[in-house]
T-cell receptor, first 114, second 113 residues
Framework: AQTVTQSQPEMSVQEAETVTLSCTYD???????LFWYKQPPSRQMILVIR??????QNATENRFSVNFQKAAKSFSLKISDSQLGDAAMYFC???????????FGKGTKLTVNP | NAGVTQTPKFQVLKTGQSMTLQCAQD?????MYWYRQDPGMGLRLIYY???????DKGEVPNGYNVSRLNKREFSLRLESAAPSQTSVYFC????????????FGSGTRLTVV
């Protein structure tokens, strides 16, 4: 079974600085997709960024980017110019190609200090 | 706004009571899901439905039943609630065959006393 590991239960960053959240996954599949979700205190789950395994280029969405290392099975999220509104739980997730199921890590709580 | 609607947002039950969590989506998605979120555990899949008329167990199905009433609606039922089912429950939907991620509802905070 696929597993997703987020080794940092909590992280903090100063406003305007850069922070990287770690995620590793275990799979024997070659066709899969990876996601980062943000959950602010409102509880709403918000898709931040996604990456297809077959793409070598790292995905970028404004201040959010990933470092996808396929051989190492690593999928870290970098947040640049951190803002107070970035404070949230962040979940890494994996979906095998052709599967309907999304497997989540346990999450990293990010605090942004003013 | 288009999306996934869950009701209720909050609920307190006594041990042994039953209840149904409702979920509806208006995005014409084939697949729908129920997850529970517990502190330090992330989100764990309870049941999912890949299409109207089909349902499958996820990682933690014990104590729950589901019904895919039609393409839009997917309900989760607790027949005899237990304190271990105290959690936040999320419904989600997605397009089939495309890994575009899920669209989530806003969640239901359930407390069983």
């Amino acid at each position: 079974a696929q597993t997703v590991t987020q080794s940092q239960p909590e992280m903090s960053v100063q406003e305007a600085e850069t922070v990287t959240l770690s995620c590793t996954y275990d799979t024997s599949e070659s066709d899969y997709y990876l996601f980062w979700y943000k959950q602010p205190p409102s509880r709403q789950m918000i898709l931040v960024i996604r990456q297809e395994a077959y793409k070598q280029q790292n995905a970028t969405e404004n201040r959010f980017s990933v470092n996808f290392q396929k051989a190492a099975k690593s999928f870290s999220l970098k947040i640049s110019d951190s803002q107070l509104g970035d404070a949230a739980m962040y979940f890494c997730a994996y979906r095998r190609g052709g599967s309907e199921k999304l497997v989540f890590g346990k999450g990293t709580k990010l605090t942004v200090n003013p | 706004n288009a999306g996934v609607t869950q009701t209720p947002k909050f609920q307190v039950l006594k041990t042994g009571q039953s209840m149904t969590l409702q979920c509806a989506q208006d995005m014409n998605h084939n697949s729908m899901y129920w997850y529970r979120q517990d502190p330090g555990m992330g989100l764990r899949l309870i049941y999912y439905s890949a299409s109207e008329g089909t349902t499958d167990k996820g990682e933690v199905p014990n104590g729950y039943n589901v019904s895919r009433l039609n393409k839009r609606e997917f309900s989760l039922r607790l027949e005899s609630a237990a304190p271990s089912q105290t959690s936040v429950y999320f419904c989600a939907s997605s397009e089939s065959g495309r890994a575009v991620g899920y669209t989530f509802g806003s969640g239901t905070r359930l407390t069983v006393v």
